[in-house]
């Protein structure tokens, strides 16, 4: 059975270009390499000077997070030529690129999940929104988990202010709404029914922990999972007040021995 066509966003702001939105899993989470190793693939417009794809760490929503900067380069080390952007120490940035260089130069930026909402400002205020509209349509893979989900749609389901809230703010790279966690907070799947059926956010797509979803040029391609059992839903507001939620074909990235039991939350599992 094939994804159900969804088809190409119709506003001119949306950029073309590849998204891989993670609900959750990936090295922050899991110790299944699958979701990390499907991101790599679609790195093959450039290559580093080792010939290893150019991999940016974005973690912005954990506060710049030394931890899980950390945890990001043992996990891709020897498979990747990895960097950090800190919006907290921008001078850093190697080779005394500026901020518009430094992107434009990567094969793929990956997002870590933490505050959608400070993720929001802080991009907004540094302009790196704009940056990365560019960079996606020059060919740049733009990715993220959790956080890094919820920024590229127009909005999301997020705990930024504590209890789950709607925000309705997102950059718009992605049509509709985002939830993660669909299955790995009790909260999540309830709460985004409430945002869905009384208009606080619009309809949109819901993942599991250890699924993602690939979007090219605005439509979405194909819901990809670490775990057999890793779901993705379109979810959408129905009669009377109701919501209707679709399950979308997730193909399974690993083997019958492959297993991730073991997500586990990490610094980033706020959104």
């Not at 080792?50 to 020897?78: E, K, M």
């Not at 990747?80 to 800190?86: C, I, P, R």
């Not at 850093?92 to 793929?108: A, H, K």
């Not at 945002?195 to 605005?218: K, Q, V």
Request: net charge negative.
């Amino acid at each position: 059975m094939g994804l159900m066509p969804v088809p190409p966003a119709s506003s001119p702001t949306r950029p073309s270009g590849e998204i891989l939105t993670l609900g959750g899993g990936g090295f922050s989470m899991e110790e299944s390499p699958l979701l990390d190793d499907f991101l790599l693939s679609l790195a093959s417009r450039r290559r580093g000077a080792d010939g290893l794809p150019r991999v940016c760490f974005v973690p912005t929503a954990s506060g710049d997070s030394t931890d899980y900067q950390a945890r990001f380069t043992a996990a891709f080390v020897g498979r990747a030529e990895t960097s950090t952007l800190q919006l907290f120490r921008l001078n850093e940035l190697p080779g005394g690129l500026d901020l518009r260089s430094f992107v434009l130069s990567q094969d793929i930026v990956y997002v870590g999940g933490g505050s959608t909402a400070n993720l929001l400002a802080l991009w907004r205020l540094h302009g790196l929104d704009e940056v990365l509209r560019e960079a996606v349509a020059a060919g740049v893979v733009l990715a993220g988990i959790s956080a890094g989900m919820n920024c590229w749609y127009d909005g999301s389901s997020t705990d930024s202010f504590g209890p789950l809230a709607a925000l309705p703010d997102g950059l718009g790279f992605l049509p509709g709404s985002a939830c993660p966690h669909y299955d790995g907070e009790a909260e999540r799947r309830p709460a985004y029914h409430r945002m869905i059926g009384t208009g606080e956010l619009p309809a949109g797509y819901a993942a599991d922990d250890g699924c993602a979803l690939l979007w090219r040029d605005g439509a979405l391609v194909e819901a990809v999972s670490s775990r057999p059992e890793a779901r993705a839903f379109r979810v959408e507001p129905g009669a009377a007040g109701q919501v209707t939620e679709t399950p979308l074909p997730v193909r399974f990235l690993g083997t019958s021995a492959d297993s991730a039991s073991d997500t586990r939350p990490g610094p980033g599992s706020a959104t």
